[in-house]
């Protein structure tokens, strides 16, 4: 496979995860599985968008999904995810924190 193929793979898989309700469902999930309801209870949202959502994820190739008499059970698909969300996070929450020191900084020099 050529480089501008893995390229276009890996934006693709971005564009997948790309909405908050997706990365949330992801989180939620970590290493455990969980029905539509349990996830839905957890998101505040209705079962529709999270169904959704859900669809988007598992047609991408992120969840799986099990069935279980009348519920379905999802789960993450890629074991490294839940770990490289909470990677971005700290990343996240680092880079926030020295733009605040840094802005209280600038607040400062103006007094």
């Known amino acids: 496979?050529?480089?501008?193929?893995?390229?276009?793979?890996?934006?693709?898989f971005?564009?997948?995860?790309?909405?908050?309700?997706?990365?949330?469902?992801?989180?939620?999930l970590g290493d455990k599985k969980m029905s539509v309801g349990e996830i839905c209870e957890l998101l505040n949202k209705e079962q529709a968008t999270v169904s959704k959502h859900l669809g988007v994820l598992k047609n991408g190739g992120i969840l799986k999904s099990e069935k279980s008499g009348l519920n379905v059970f999802y789960s993450v698909d890629i074991c490294c995810l839940p770990?490289?969300?909470?990677?971005?996070?700290?990343?996240?929450?680092?880079?926030?924190?020295?733009?605040?020191?840094?802005?209280?900084?600038?607040?400062?020099?103006?007094?």
């Open 1 to 12: 496979m050529q480089y501008v193929d893995i390229l276009a793979l890996k934006s693709e």
């Open 83 to 111: 770990n490289f969300l909470e990677c971005l996070k700290n990343i996240l929450e680092e880079k926030a924190a020295k733009n605040s020191k840094n802005a209280r900084g600038v607040i400062k020099s103006l007094r």
């Open 14 to 28: 971005m564009r997948v995860l790309a909405h908050p309700i997706r990365i949330g469902i992801v989180e939620i």
